[in-house]
């Protein structure tokens, strides 16, 4: 099992940039799919973008060309940068590590991103 926590959320104007983190710690980081998800007020919890153990990636259709999903395995983190920002992208912004093997789940804690002039 790995355990998870964000960090990088924050304020931003439209057009801006943030870029989120998300260290794990414990065993087989790198046997995880890793995952990004969001839940904007009133709104469903939604995938914006993943990065398997064989670092294939693959984006929501709203950030597509915007966000960039990347991990160091060494440093067992995953980032999430965010270009273009757009008051559409706040919402709390979720970590999520899928086991391959095991196919067990694990979250973390969320962090807060906010576009607004």
């Known amino acids: 099992q790995v355990q998870l926590v964000e960090s990088g959320g924050g304020l931003v104007q439209p057009g801006g940039s943030l870029r989120l983190s998300c260290a794990a710690s414990g065993r087989g980081f790198d046997l995880n799919t890793m995952r990004w998800y969001r839940q904007a007020p009133g709104k469903e919890r939604e995938l914006v973008a993943a990065i398997t153990s064989a670092f294939s990636a693959n984006y929501a259709d709203s950030v597509k060309g915007r966000f960039t999903i990347s991990k160091d395995n060494g440093k067992k983190t995953v980032y999430l940068q965010m270009n273009s920002l757009e008051p559409e992208d706040t919402a709390i912004y979720y970590c999520?590590?899928?086991?391959?093997?095991?196919?067990?789940?694990?979250w973390g804690q969320g962090t807060q991103v906010t576009v607004s002039s």
């Open positions: 999520n590590a899928l086991n391959e093997i095991t196919s067990f789940i694990n």
